[in-house]
């Protein structure tokens, strides 16, 4: 799971056995307790290969660091390979997260497929190919999208020697694994748009080349520097990937967590056939690739009150849904706003105003006040 100059092979593999971790660390290293030349070997006897520590700073990512409360002044500088194998595996089926900073080390000769082991087979890996002069073209082994065999398929081009934050969030219960690059998931062609494969359009989520379903082993291969790998394993694995920031759509800032959780990129784009745009969709509550649109869709008449349907709606922290009524098609006077709260199914009463013959209602989502 690691850059490496010929390949980032993400070893994860099948444990047969040992105890199981909940929602916990697996492993938490920055290598910064260790000696320049010390032999991988002095972190423990999960780990193995040729590397040592050595002395090396870089910037921090757009995505941030794996570790940020860590100094950074060392890191662990490979040779050839290096392997972290957990004690124990993780539980089966439950989520896991990998995190780490690589240095992108561009090949001379063109990328390979990882080396085939019939008892740890690679499950997923992100690799450095030969790019334009001074770049590499990172790419991931991964199942194409309609494809019948695992193949390596191109993420994005990176400046040759750069540091970068890579991050596997494993879905084990669905057999995909999200691939972010410096915090951002990487939406492609060979990708689906969620982790069950349920929607046609591509996204971040790349189904395993191997079924399996948990983490036995991390191997970074080649020339390359590793620093800060953390691995959570349990329920909230996704949650531990610690994105920060907010990209602004339409003048709305919609959190980078907001897009992870759905599958896409941090960019502006329409997803359904809904009309509304991303901004909209973040700032109704609504899904950004369900097709609903955020209006009335019924209302019927009960004594004094109006039962009305809308969609059903989540709205983030921050966000209230009003229902705004007035005897006015325009809404441009007499408007009264009323914060509703939506049932499972979609469901809001409301009294009709006594001193009105004609009631016109219409649904908006707004900023809460401090």
Not at 53 to 70: F, I, R, S
Not at 75 to 88: C, E, Q, R
Not at 188 to 202: F, I
Not at 321 to 327: D, G, K, Q, T, Y
Request: proline share 5%; net charge negative.
């Amino acid at each position: 799971m690691l850059m490496t100059r010929k390949e980032l092979a993400a070893a994860c593999s099948l444990l047969v056995a040992g105890a199981v971790f909940g929602a916990s660390e697996v492993v938490k290293e920055s290598f910064e307790a260790k000696d320049a030349g010390a032999a991988v070997t002095e972190l423990g006897q999960t780990w193995t290969g040729s590397a040592s520590g050595a002395g090396g700073e870089y910037a921090a990512t757009a995505g941030g660091l794996v570790l940020p409360d860590a100094a950074h002044t060392k890191i662990l500088s490979i040779d050839d390979a290096v392997k972290y194998t957990p004690a124990n595996a993780t539980e089966i089926g439950k989520p896991v997260l990998v995190d780490m900073m690589v240095q992108a080390m561009v090949p001379e000769e063109a990328l390979a497929a990882p080396e085939e082991d019939a008892e740890n087979p690679v499950q997923i890996a992100v690799g450095v190919d030969k790019s334009s002069e001074g770049k590499g073209m990172l790419k991931v082994f991964c199942m194409p999208k309609g494809a019948s065999a695992a193949a390596w398929c191109a993420l994005k081009e990176v400046e040759a020697s750069s540091w970068h934050r890579v991050t596997f969030v494993f879905d084990y219960a669905a057999g995909f694994a999200q691939v972010r690059i410096d915090g951002e998931p990487v939406m492609t062609d060979s990708g689906y748009l969620t982790a069950d494969a349920s929607q046609e359009k591509t996204g971040a989520w790349y189904k395993l080349a191997v079924t399996k379903n948990q983490l036995a082993s991390v191997e970074v291969v080649g020339t390359t520097g590793l620093d800060d790998l953390l691995i959570t394993a349990g329920d909230n694995a996704q949650a531990d990937a610690n994105v920060e920031g907010s990209t602004t759509i339409d003048g709305v800032a919609i959190p980078n967590a907001w897009f992870d959780m759905n599958g896409l990129a941090w960019v502006a784009g329409a997803y359904d056939d809904s009309g509304l745009t991303i901004a909209q969709k973040y700032e109704s509550g609504l899904s950004p690739f369900d097709g609903a649109k955020f209006v009335i869709t019924d209302m019927t008449m009960s004594g004094e009150n109006a039962e009305l349907t809308i969609p059903v709606v989540n709205p983030p922290t921050g966000y209230t849904v009003i229902l705004e009524c007035s005897s006015d098609p325009e809404f441009k006077t007499e408007v009264t706003s009323v914060p509703v709260t939506v049932d499972a199914n979609g469901k809001v009463t409301v009294p009709v105003p006594a001193d009105k013959d004609v009631v016109y209602y219409r649904l908006t989502s707004k900023k809460s006040l401090d």
